[in-house]
């Protein structure tokens, strides 16, 4: 299927706010002008963003603002009304292996009969395609994907045997074991234990610092200043985007809420923590 999704026209860019990267920084992600719609009712409208690459990107919003849209739509998983959006400057059919994808917990079928290995040797097949099995190098690669979680000890055991935090552990493994530039990430916090939090974060750290992109959906507007570099502000339209510093704002934020007050105060708090010479950052 085109990326395109065969009905995306390019028009002129929309008037809202757009979101670019320092001039001469590489690009990771390029948005134009990108609607999407269910049953001809937008989800998504006219959004502009370009994400630099090399980052740790929040993408935050209300419930129903179409965070997981986005993500599915720089996926090629749900097609565009309109617009178009590039990975690494090409088309996602042209880049594909070089992108990985960490779904929501909840929407995979974790009694599926399968074992914590096979599921990290998973990542693997973008890069060898669905007729080739993976050999000992691709298995040694799911190996150390394993350990940088601290599941090795975990590896045969069926999936539907392990806690939310052991499953999340193990589809960041295959994420890790897909060795993409590009890693999208729908709410990989959610649901987990402190420990497998910081760890997560510790990973997707290792990862930025390697010149990765992490894009992922975020809830916890208190802990934005301090894990995240960049982030995008979405209500069905793109309110702000930018560096954390500049774009986490309590202005952005109302518009991104609206008068919902207790995370307001909430988002505050963190604003203010980011501001403070002693705050936390990344």
């Given at each position: 299927m085109s990326l395109l999704g065969g009905a995306a026209s390019v028009r002129e860019p929309a008037s809202?706010?757009?979101?670019?990267?320092?001039?001469?920084?590489?690009v990771a992600v390029e948005v134009h002008d990108a609607t999407v719609a269910y049953h001809r009712r937008p989800?998504?409208?006219d959004i502009d963003l370009v994400l630099p690459a090399g980052r740790l990107v929040a993408v935050i919003g209300p419930n129903g603002a179409g965070k997981s849209t986005l993500l599915k739509a720089i996926l090629g998983l749900t097609p565009l009304a309109s617009g178009w959006?590039?990975?690494?400057?090409?088309?996602?059919?042209?880049v594909r292996q070089h992108?990985?994808?960490?779904?929501?917990?909840?929407?995979v079928d974790w009694d599926f009969p399968i074992n914590v290995a096979d599921v990290v040797l998973m990542g693997r097949y973008g890069r060898l395609g669905w007729l080739r099995r993976p050999g000992a190098a691709d298995r040694e690669i799911a190996g150390r994907a394993l350990e940088a979680v601290g599941m090795s000890a975990y590896a045969r055991r069926q999936i539907s045997q392990l806690s939310g935090g052991q499953q999340q552990r193990v589809f960041l493994a295959r994420a890790l074991a897909q060795e993409a530039s590009?890693?999208?990430?729908?709410?990989?916090?959610?649901?987990?234990?402190a420990s497998t939090e910081r760890m997560l974060l510790e990973v997707m750290r290792g990862m930025r610092d390697q010149g990765r992109t992490v894009v992922a959906v975020h809830h916890d507007l208190q802990t934005v200043p301090e894990y995240f570099d960049h982030v995008v502000m979405l209500n069905m339209r793109l309110v702000a985007a930018g560096p954390t510093k500049e774009a986490f704002t309590r202005s952005n934020l109302q518009k991104t809420y609206g008068g919902r007050l207790t995370l307001l105060d909430e988002a505050a708090e963190a604003v203010r923590r980011a501001a403070s010479p002693d705050g936390q950052r990344v």
């Amino acid at each position: 299927m085109s990326l395109l999704g065969g009905a995306a026209s390019v028009r002129e860019p929309a008037s809202g706010p757009r979101a670019a990267a320092p001039i001469g920084e590489p690009v990771a992600v390029e948005v134009h002008d990108a609607t999407v719609a269910y049953h001809r009712r937008p989800v998504l409208w006219d959004i502009d963003l370009v994400l630099p690459a090399g980052r740790l990107v929040a993408v935050i919003g209300p419930n129903g603002a179409g965070k997981s849209t986005l993500l599915k739509a720089i996926l090629g998983l749900t097609p565009l009304a309109s617009g178009w959006i590039e990975v690494f400057g090409k088309r996602l059919r042209d880049v594909r292996q070089h992108v990985g994808y960490m779904p929501q917990r909840e929407t995979v079928d974790w009694d599926f009969p399968i074992n914590v290995a096979d599921v990290v040797l998973m990542g693997r097949y973008g890069r060898l395609g669905w007729l080739r099995r993976p050999g000992a190098a691709d298995r040694e690669i799911a190996g150390r994907a394993l350990e940088a979680v601290g599941m090795s000890a975990y590896a045969r055991r069926q999936i539907s045997q392990l806690s939310g935090g052991q499953q999340q552990r193990v589809f960041l493994a295959r994420a890790l074991a897909q060795e993409a530039s590009l890693y999208l990430m729908d709410e990989p916090f959610a649901g987990v234990d402190a420990s497998t939090e910081r760890m997560l974060l510790e990973v997707m750290r290792g990862m930025r610092d390697q010149g990765r992109t992490v894009v992922a959906v975020h809830h916890d507007l208190q802990t934005v200043p301090e894990y995240f570099d960049h982030v995008v502000m979405l209500n069905m339209r793109l309110v702000a985007a930018g560096p954390t510093k500049e774009a986490f704002t309590r202005s952005n934020l109302q518009k991104t809420y609206g008068g919902r007050l207790t995370l307001l105060d909430e988002a505050a708090e963190a604003v203010r923590r980011a501001a403070s010479p002693d705050g936390q950052r990344v």
